[in-house]
């Protein structure tokens, strides 16, 4: 498979404090790659750096062979043709004086893709929400906010997604509704995905394969596979003591 986004000696931070120290990696076409690592170690910062909401210091970001590295974040989402990046930041960051439905319309792109992601579609990826669709952003609960900032970064229709731990301070039964609609997302839609979760092994099982950081350094890199077969390998890098 052709790389669809490819890292290269990526030097990046806030300010003049260096976070990232020369990180490269690429991801593939239809690949979702485990971003893991320590609290700490740079992993929001990559992903931020790729939206372009960090100073990049140096280094490449190809995405669809353009190099994007000094684009605006708007040029990130809709700049290029069939779909750029979406985002699912930690934060959320719906419109909560919005409803469901509009947070989706507000920032929908058409496309002409077959099997383009429309507020209608991913209402029935998450039906929660299509029950929902009029409530404010404020009557949610944080597993239907966390639901509603997935939908709004599919109604985008990005090429990459981007998801900031998705699974976060969520009760079981959302955890296992959301892991649902992101294997169906990556394995059954095949989108291209980078997903950063503290808790590794709930997304190696739907990943390709995993880069570790530590200290904003790649510091380990493989099939998602073999690192879940090595939960000895995985906790030694992962610093858990056992």
């Known amino acids: 498979m052709a790389d669809l986004l490819q890292i290269e000696q990526l030097r990046a931070g806030y300010g003049e404090a260096i976070v990232l120290q020369g990180v490269s990696f690429s991801l593939a076409a239809g690949e979702t790659l485990a971003l893991l690592g320590r609290n700490g170690t740079g992993k929001t910062t990559l992903i931020n750096t790729l939206v372009g909401a960090t100073r990049w210091h140096s280094g490449r970001i190809t995405l669809k062979g353009q190099s994007i590295e000094q684009w605006a974040s708007y040029r990130r989402v809709s700049g290029l043709p069939d779909g ?6 930690q934060e959320r960051n719906i419109f909560k004086s919005l409803t469901v439905h509009e947070n989706l319309t507000a920032v929908a792109c058409r496309s002409e893709l077959p ?3 429309t507020p209608e579609r991913v209402y029935q990826l998450f039906p929660r929400l299509a029950e929902r669709r009029g409530n404010l952003g404020t009557q949610l609960s944080g597993g239907e906010q966390q639901m509603l900032a997935v939908a709004r970064a599919l109604v985008v229709n990005p090429s990459v997604l981007l998801l900031d731990e998705p ?7 959302i955890v296992e509704e959301l892991l649902a609609a992101i294997r169906t997302i990556t394995r059954d839609e095949g989108m291209s995905a980078i997903i950063v979760e503290q808790h590794p092994q709930m997304i190696l099982s739907i990943s390709d394969k995993a880069i570790v950081l530590e200290r904003g350094e790649v510091v380990h890199a493989d099939a998602a596979k073999n690192l879940q077969a090595q939960p000895d390998v995985l906790n030694r890098l992962l610093g858990v003591q056992r």
Do not use: Q
């Open 115 to 117: 099997k383009a992601w």
């Open 167 to 173: 699974l976060e301070g969520l009760a079981p039964i």
């Open 84 to 89: 750029g990046m979406g985002w699912v930041p």
